[in-house]
């Protein structure tokens, strides 16, 4: 494959072979117990526990160990499989998402291709190739961190590619194509830092044999190659259809032979809109609002309708409408702003990081949604159970297909 991502003279580009994986979450919810004065005077001892949930079929169980999610995840694992299925949910196989080995050897190449000099009137034009490549681990699982997002954080992968690329240059003559040779070694050199940079971990030349004579072409060639290490980085939604706005859960007793089950849905400050339905996001004290973040996939015309953003508090009084979003959050007291879609997305901050979810519109194509976040300083404060704050779209469900997350972050619960 040459710079350009065109066929070269180099070896074959081999392909990664995606291990399908099956999918099943779980959602651990951790709470700090303080320690609470016992008989005699003393403290008691403060220590962390908290449920687990499994997010599939909603069951839920309180741990006071590790090793209580453990065996709650281990259970209901084997409660789950389903033989002949392992590697397909939906009907479909999950594969680690992120870019193809031949997308990420065309973004390789073309770094280096940008060095080639510039070709002379009637010589074929420089170029460089691939010679062999070995896709290699880049940490465990291939995880390079996170990085924050509009609505928390994501994944960073990595992947590393030990590989060796050819150098073809071409002159009028044996001195000048050595020369040429020579200055783009002197170029790689005097740029190592920017290819550090840029993902070339190594960078080391392995051959550079004699110059050729072409008497066809009246021309001289000279090859030169380099073995690297490549690390490309990407941020990985790992196939997600989307996020988990709510969780339907259900809490059973143990106790046998009771039948007693007890259902609550969870939703953490994130609510789902689309055009199948468009449910209030509703937050009550005490909290402290400190940030508010939109997810946008919308793949056609702008969003009708509007939004209503409303706080209200103990004493009663009614909302004093406010003019745009900004003087809504400089507001004090019981407030609300309406606005279209747009305007409101626009005025909690620039578009920003992007996500690839799913394929809600069903054209085959990975929806990308744009995001939009804003750091609520001074932050609201909901100080009475009675204090809300409350996002709502002005109809069932939006008015055309897409796709809004929306999320209140509450600081006290971060």
Same mark, same amino acid.
């Given at each position: 494959m040459n710079a350009d991502g065109s066929g070269g003279s180099g070896g074959p580009i081999g392909s990664i072979d995606d291990d399908l994986v099956s999918a099943h979450s779980f959602v651990v919810r951790a709470l700090l117990e303080l320690p609470t004065a016992r008989a005699?005077?003393?403290?008691?001892?403060?220590?962390?526990?908290?449920?687990?949930?499994?997010?599939?079929?909603?069951?839920?169980?309180?741990?006071?160990?590790?090793?209580?999610?453990?065996?709650?995840?281990e259970r209901q694992l084997s409660r789950t499989a389903v033989p002949g299925s392992a590697g397909r949910v939906g009907g479909r196989p999950l594969v680690m998402a992120g870019p193809t080995l031949t997308e990420v050897v065309a973004d390789m190449l073309a770094v280096l291709g940008a060095r080639l000099p510039v070709a002379a009137p009637v010589l074929p034009e420089p170029n460089v190739t691939l010679e062999r490549v070995t896709e290699k681990l880049a940490g465990l699982g291939n995880q390079a961190g996170t990085e924050s997002a509009a609505l928390g954080g994501r994944t960073l992968r990595a992947g590393r590619l030990d590989a060796r690329v050819r150098f073809q240059l071409w002159a009028g003559s044996a001195p000048a194509v050595d020369s040429a040779?020579?200055?783009?070694? &002197?170029?790689? %050199?005097?740029?190592?830092?920017?290819?550090? @940079?840029?993902?070339?971990? !190594?960078?080391?030349?392995?051959?550079?044999?004699?110059?050729?004579?072409?008497? &066809?072409?009246?021309?001289? !060639?000279?090859?030169?190659?380099?073995?690297? %290490?490549y690390e490309y980085r990407y941020a990985a939604a790992d196939d997600a259809d989307?996020?988990?706005?709510?969780?339907?859960?259900?809490?059973?007793?143990?106790?046998?032979? @009771?039948?007693? !089950?007890?259902?609550?849905?969870?939703?953490?400050?994130?609510? !789902?809109?689309?055009?199948?339905e468009a449910p209030d996001l509703t937050l009550t004290g005490p909290a402290t609002i400190s940030r508010i973040s939109a997810l946008v996939f919308e793949p056609g015309p702008p969003l009708g309708g509007t939004v209503t953003v409303r706080r209200t508090d103990s004493s009663g009084a009614p909302p004093v409408v406010q003019p745009d979003l900004a003087s809504f959050l400089a507001a004090t007291g019981p407030a609300e702003v309406t606005e279209g879609p747009g305007v409101l997305f626009a005025s909690i901050g620039p578009a920003g990081t992007s996500l690839t979810l799913g394929d809600w519109n069903v054209d085959t194509v990975p929806d990308e949604y744009v995001g939009f976040d804003r750091l609520l300083d001074p932050p609201i404060e909901l100080v009475a159970r009675s204090d809300r704050l409350s996002i709502t779209y002005s109809g069932p469900g939006l008015d055309q297909t897409a796709v809004v997350y929306l999320r209140l972050t509450d600081k006290r619960a971060t």
């Amino acid at each position: 494959m040459n710079a350009d991502g065109s066929g070269g003279s180099g070896g074959p580009i081999g392909s990664i072979d995606d291990d399908l994986v099956s999918a099943h979450s779980f959602v651990v919810r951790a709470l700090l117990e303080l320690p609470t004065a016992r008989a005699g005077g003393q403290a008691g001892v403060s220590g962390w526990a908290g449920y687990v949930t499994d997010a599939v079929t909603g069951e839920r169980q309180g741990w006071r160990r590790p090793a209580d999610i453990a065996r709650f995840v281990e259970r209901q694992l084997s409660r789950t499989a389903v033989p002949g299925s392992a590697g397909r949910v939906g009907g479909r196989p999950l594969v680690m998402a992120g870019p193809t080995l031949t997308e990420v050897v065309a973004d390789m190449l073309a770094v280096l291709g940008a060095r080639l000099p510039v070709a002379a009137p009637v010589l074929p034009e420089p170029n460089v190739t691939l010679e062999r490549v070995t896709e290699k681990l880049a940490g465990l699982g291939n995880q390079a961190g996170t990085e924050s997002a509009a609505l928390g954080g994501r994944t960073l992968r990595a992947g590393r590619l030990d590989a060796r690329v050819r150098f073809q240059l071409w002159a009028g003559s044996a001195p000048a194509v050595d020369s040429a040779v020579l200055t783009l070694h &002197s170029d790689l %050199l005097d740029d190592r830092e920017q290819l550090r @940079s840029a993902g070339f971990l !190594r960078f080391n030349v392995a051959d550079t044999p004699p110059a050729e004579e072409f008497d &066809s072409l009246a021309a001289w !060639r000279k090859t030169t190659s380099f073995d690297l %290490l490549y690390e490309y980085r990407y941020a990985a939604a790992d196939d997600a259809d989307s996020l988990i706005a709510r969780i339907e859960m259900t809490t059973d007793p143990e106790q046998a032979p @009771s039948t007693a !089950r007890e259902h609550e849905t969870i939703t953490d400050g994130l609510v !789902r809109w689309d055009d199948a339905e468009a449910p209030d996001l509703t937050l009550t004290g005490p909290a402290t609002i400190s940030r508010i973040s939109a997810l946008v996939f919308e793949p056609g015309p702008p969003l009708g309708g509007t939004v209503t953003v409303r706080r209200t508090d103990s004493s009663g009084a009614p909302p004093v409408v406010q003019p745009d979003l900004a003087s809504f959050l400089a507001a004090t007291g019981p407030a609300e702003v309406t606005e279209g879609p747009g305007v409101l997305f626009a005025s909690i901050g620039p578009a920003g990081t992007s996500l690839t979810l799913g394929d809600w519109n069903v054209d085959t194509v990975p929806d990308e949604y744009v995001g939009f976040d804003r750091l609520l300083d001074p932050p609201i404060e909901l100080v009475a159970r009675s204090d809300r704050l409350s996002i709502t779209y002005s109809g069932p469900g939006l008015d055309q297909t897409a796709v809004v997350y929306l999320r209140l972050t509450d600081k006290r619960a971060t």
